[in-house]
């Protein structure tokens, strides 16, 4: 099992790397230039409070969400210590609860194109969270990527063991059982699709335009359309 985890690991790696290398530059993304493009998006965040009626506040923080945004959803296999800066931003109250709603998607983005089990209990630890609206968008996420890798759980059983604790909760309990359960109806799955491609993909390019045309998604999702 060791064995097959490490060769799952590697493979994943390469599979980010190219995906990063293709839309960020090679040899962009690395470590120092991560943490340190991190600690940029946290202060700017931390300076630039939300206010109403403030359109400048409102368009520096679109930005910067947008550059947070692409390092989830595009970013390289991150290392365990990158990883914990980047929970930590994201787990910030710099960052609001419909900002995080919207950058779940991000994370949808990145564990479709490859596997990565960090940003998975990332997920399983924002389900826990208590706005319930932000945990039950989190373990859909969660849902659609591990039954895209559902061969794969028996090599990580720290995520099973995560998903047991989730599981042990009276309201967790409930959350999953509704979820896999509207999962496994064709219908619903396709308003799930439908509910992704008009709501939550509109969201990402508002966040950042460059997206959509770099992966050229209007051909892609016409391509494989779902409704």
Known sequence: LQITHTVLLLADETASILLADKLNGVGKNQKEDFLEEIQNIETGL???????????????????????FKIIAFGRHHSQTEIAKLDTLFFSDNITTNEKLTLTSAYL????????????????????????????RSL????????????????YPTIINHLDTIRKSEIGKMELKNIITQLLNTNETEKVARKFT???LP??????????????????LKDNSLS
């Not at 931390?46 to 947070?68: H, Q, T, V, W």
């Not at 859909?140 to 090599?155: G, S």
């Open 46 to 68: 931390s300076e630039y409070k939300i206010e109403d009626n403030n359109p400048f506040i409102a368009i520096m923080r679109e930005e910067l969400l947008g550059s947070l």
């Open 109 to 136: 983005l990145s564990l479709s194109s490859y596997f990565d089990e960090r940003k998975i209990h990332t997920l399983l630890k924002l389900s826990e969270c208590q706005n319930a609206k932000l945990a039950a």
């Open 140 to 155: 859909v996420v969660v849902a659609l990527i591990l039954i895209k890798y559902n061969n794969r759980l028996q090599f």
């Open 198 to 200: 008009n709501e939550i």
């Open 203 to 220: 969201e990402m390019f508002k966040l950042n335009p460059n997206i959509k045309r770099k992966l050229d998604l209007d051909n892609l």
